[in-house]
């Protein structure tokens, strides 16, 4: 019989053993995180009746939905976000969830985007938001998590930038270009990439400012510094906007409480250039960067939102929330060196050396196990050989081996494959020595 | 503007945070117990190209297969099952990761089945298996897996059923009905739901038995007792079959080596009547049951098979693994009253209650997190009643309540709401008495 080619569709991935290891590691991180300031977790199906998804993210969003028709003929697409389906989640269940309603989401998404290097047409968001309240605790709070977030996954030094749509929005008002407003914070957020003269074109050629207005918006947009430098220099130039100093006493208090909730003053940056989500966000904005990858762009971004669920319920639900990117957050750790990847889980490998001993392997293989030990009993009465080759393919750093003679004198041995060293343990049923000895050790690298 | 009505698919579940904690809490459970054993995390994709997926299931996962061509013009489906996309894994990457592998995989499936109480169209597999070897070592460690999962899941007293499809092969191929043998099977397989009467009536009627051969079949699949005292009478009477005696071999091996690896003897049993996978299983067979909650089923299943991916590979890749039924774990631990639900993660509800002190309650928060205990600053300096009541409705067990004159005294009250008692502790900055007294007490109400 011919057989069918194995192979997956373009723009999705088979996640092998080490690479899925480190996404459970740093989903598992994320959650724990996200718990520990009572953020709850929800999920929604992966498929939605079309008329919930289509119009919400703009035109490309909606050709880049896979759609379809289902057993019972309605139209169904498949989530291309995870903030759509909250949305109509908490207009569902808002009742019995209550406010304010804090909630965590690890969900994976489609967009049949053009197929391009990096772009996948399937990709996880883990998302946090809290609904209900329009407190800037809630705010300040999201600055909080992102920086115990990235503390808890370890991805080296970090830089999260604020700013507030109203700042920008005053500003772009006193100069008689909030008409304009779109197209101005669309120039400005290419800042990184095209540079002061290229905004400077772009906001010329294509939006019409005059010169003077436009190298006014630069000039605020370009503005760096400790943010209270910047705030103490802005409130000055703003006071003849209200939008605009409403937005500087809101960024200056989201600051400053997320410094008492432990944001290191070298951590948290204003930056007045940043401007996602342009239709949607309406007054905190956030982005967080890797210091030593700063062009990945921003690993966790996100806002605060005027109306959620506005389509599918009458009821106000103003939010604030932020998103980790998990994809470009492993893409750039692998780069800087910093994941630690592994193909397998396992810490010991008990060598199946002497199949009159195999019930004795099963039975410590357990004991060991229940003391914390990831251990694995190769299957098979291979030569040694095989066996540690396995094993060292595998990157298992512990393999324990006792036949005949180590049983005779209550003894395994125990090799550490990175060193080639031996050593003798007490064999003992209850496998305590061993599971301490390995313990000691196994904490021992983890720190080195 | 008309709202659009916020609903879900038929079939489909949203879940809310009580019953997605539980979900994640046996999520976690499970792969840790996985990963104890050094099987490794995969993932696939949900859209597979639709050739990969027909006329792997059968007729009926054929039709309930979601399917449609997607933006290039491909044939594509959702994947209905984990075993069918981990064949293709393997025959696609087998030489990367070697034999024998041992994988796990929890995921989102599929299935466009007829809507009707208890069955979704979307649900969740956990399964492992471990390919590439037939030693029966595997096949051992598949029943003890079994049995450590379900203690750390805590689901009260369980027993695993073991059988061997050959050793009703060799039965039924001795009484000459082999080419019966499938038909036989699926009658075999009602024997707890339509008894011994109605199982021997489908044998005459629709089988074709004679009276004998039904007698005998069935005298043997309803035998029981201890796996030793059947195995013991059985080796008697299949002398004449191979392939049965076979059998029996194995299932002692399996039997024996699961003993020794710590699985009691009444947790492990022998039944000859089960007989899942009919085309499929080719040796050992594993169900799982809850001795409080029979009537819902196995919840974990499984069995040894010959060749898993000959469909796309010529490499002979023999294997066995079982799935954890968590739709169904998580139905019966709620049915039985053994599933712990909480609506939120929260074990501390910091109350806002004086806005002079905002920054002292972040850094105290942050502080006492940090020490692993999770801790909500609610975010509005409201009403103390009403962030008590919110506390109450959320299930939230302790309250810090901290206003002038606790900070001129320098301490805190903390509540406890299921009593309503109040605890005075000091208040600094670094929260260790608290996060110890905390701690202490949330360990306390755990045990009891």
Redesign the interface.
């Known amino acids: 019989m011919a057989?069918?080619?194995?192979?997956?569709?373009?723009g999705?991935?088979?996640?092998?053993?080490d690479a899925?290891?480190a996404?459970?590691s740093i989903m598992?991180g994320a959650?724990a995180v996200f718990?520990?300031?009572?953020?709850?977790?929800?999920?929604?199906?992966?498929?939605?009746?079309l008329?919930?998804l289509t119009g919400k993210g703009g035109e490309e969003t909606d050709r880049?939905l896979?759609?379809?028709?289902?057993?019972?003929g309605?139209q169904?697409g498949?989530r291309f976000d995870l903030t759509v389906p909250l949305a109509?989640?908490v207009?569902?269940?808002i009742g019995?969830?209550?406010v304010?309603f804090?909630?965590y989401h690890l969900g994976?998404v489609?967009r049949?985007e053009r197929a391009q290097r990096g772009r996948y047409r399937?990709f996880m968001q883990c998302d946090f938001d809290?609904i209900g309240?329009s407190?800037l605790?809630?705010d300040?709070?999201i600055v909080?998590v992102i920086h115990?977030l990235l503390r808890a996954i370890d991805v080296g030094p970090f830089v999260i930038r604020v700013n507030n749509r109203k700042v920008l929005g005053g500003i772009l008002a006193r100069h008689g270009i909030e008409s304009d407003a779109a197209s101005v914070l669309r120039a400005l957020d290419k800042l990184p990439k095209i540079g002061h003269q290229g905004v400077a074109a772009e906001l010329h050629d294509q939006v019409g400012l005059s010169s003077a207005q436009s190298d006014a918006i630069l000039e605020f947009a370009e503005r760096s510094g400790t943010p209270d430098t910047i705030l103490s220099q802005l409130a000055g130039q703003v006071r003849d906007s209200e939008l605009a100093c409403q937005g500087l006493e809101e960024l200056e208090q989201v600051v400053?409480?997320a410094r008492?909730?432990?944001v290191p003053a070298d951590r948290l940056e204003l930056d007045l250039s940043i401007a996602r989500g342009l239709d949607y966000y309406t007054g905190t904005i956030y982005e967080t960067f890797l210091v030593d990858l700063p062009a990945i762009g921003s690993i966790c971004s996100g806002g605060r939102y005027d109306d959620l669920?506005?389509?599918?319920?009458?009821e106000s639900l103003p939010g604030v929330g932020a998103s980790l990117g998990l994809d470009r957050l492993l893409a750039a750790l692998e780069e800087l060196g910093r994941l630690q990847t592994r193909?397998?889980?396992?810490q010991l490998?008990v060598a199946?050396f002497d199949p009159h001993h195999?019930?004795?392997y099963?039975?410590l293989?357990?004991?060991v196990?229940?003391r914390g030990?990831?251990?694995?009993?190769?299957?098979?009465p291979k030569k040694l050989k095989a066996q540690l080759k396995?094993a060292d393919?595998?990157h298992?750093p512990w393999v324990l081996i006792a036949g005949e003679r180590e049983f005779a004198e209550g003894k395994c041995q125990v090799k550490e494959l990175a060193t080639g060293e031996s050593h003798l343990l007490p064999w003992t049923p209850e496998g305590r020595e061993l599971a301490e000895f390995l313990t000691d050790r196994l904490a021992g690298e983890a720190r080195s």
């Open positions: 057989t069918i080619q194995p192979r997956t569709l373009q999705f991935r088979d996640f092998l053993p899925m290891l996404r459970e598992d959650r718990r520990s300031f009572g953020f709850r977790p929800i999920d929604t199906p992966a498929l939605e009746y008329d919930i880049q896979y759609r379809f028709e289902d057993h019972g309605r169904v498949m109509r989640y207009a569902q269940h019995k969830l209550g304010p804090k909630r994976t489609w049949g399937e809290t309240t407190s605790v809630a300040a709070e909080i115990e400053h409480a008492a909730g432990g669920a506005g389509l599918y319920t009458r193909p397998t889980p396992t490998l199946y195999l019930h004795d099963l039975q293989a357990t004991a196990r229940r030990i990831a251990v694995e009993v190769y299957p098979e396995y393919r595998q298992i």
